[in-house]
């Protein structure tokens, strides 16, 4: 068997407004500047809920010469473009079985392309590749990895996107719950550029989670690379007494010393890598001993054949890997596939998720707080026809 072909195309569709929002943003790295930290959403009104929004996904397709394909996406359209300009003639003519092969002449292509877009490219070539090989064994990607480890896989509610006006974070923190998550994640909305106050605002949303689901449910704080050491150890030490799970992403992610130094000065344990890449990159991390809890994205980092390196390498260190949740497809295969001591959990976003697999056949979703393995062979990711009304070839050629 041989790729025949590298397609990269956009589907459009419309999604009803409800289960696609956003009430609230997180604090971020552009917020040092007064223009950006002045944006605010605004949360659409029970008019606009009721209503559909147009909604797009790019995706990347690899044909072979005996008419299996592989499929993954949603995907970037940077991801797309450097995948059709620069990736697709090392895969045409060659065995898209042989992903290890591919893996390392891909990465070797372009020594710019270690981290950022590039590896994200290297990594959605790298899952459609798994796609086939599944399809080709006739089995799902996570039985190729080596398990599954169990028949069902934990997943964590992330909970990006919601308003953090203390009544709405217990009505929905306690919903979490009663849907029967264990752990749950919430986003701090203020950083230092915020005032005196800002501490005390997050604070509140830490209290009112700790109050709201008790002591037996985990509660995990991201601060999406918005804030500085001063910030985040005054946070940390405030943050100690409600017992989080961890801390995400205090500082910018090449801040590791930083990490390190945050790490000590809280005893929070501290998590990160969603903006980290391969093997090398995480070994620096855990050199470090910067991070706790390694968030490494199988759609970003590598792809499938370069997460199970990075949880040989956690494990050497007695680290876990709880994969940054940017589609739950390739991280529920590689979770399945690996022991509950190294990969114990998945992260669910529940609102983008809803974006995310729009376009899908089969939608990965926790019942009870568990998301269930798919049998069919391959990732188990398929286009349902009927939601897409509008399809174009993306070709930068
Ligand atoms: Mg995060």
Redesign the pocket.
Known sequence: MRIADVQLFRVRGMIPRRLSFSEERQVGALDLFPEYRARTVTPPTAAELAEDRPIEGVYVEIATDEGMSGLFGPIMEAQAYLIDTQLRRYLIGQDPIAVEHIWDVLARHDRHGRKGYMMMAISAVDLALWDIRGKAAGMPVYRLLGGPTREAVPAYASALGYSLEPDRVRERACAFVAQGFRAQKWFFRYGPGDGRTAITRNMTLVRTLREAVGDEVDLMF?A?LGWDVPFAIEMGKCMAPYHPRWL??PVQPDRIESYAEIRRATGIPIAGG?HEYTRWGFKVLLDADAIDVI?ADPDWAGGLTEMPKICALASAYDKQVIP?GHSVVPALHLVASQSPAVCPLLEYLVLLNENKQWFHKTKFMPENGLIHLPTEPGLGIALDESRVLMRERLSWQ
């Open positions: 991201d999406w995400e992403e969603e968030q940054h």
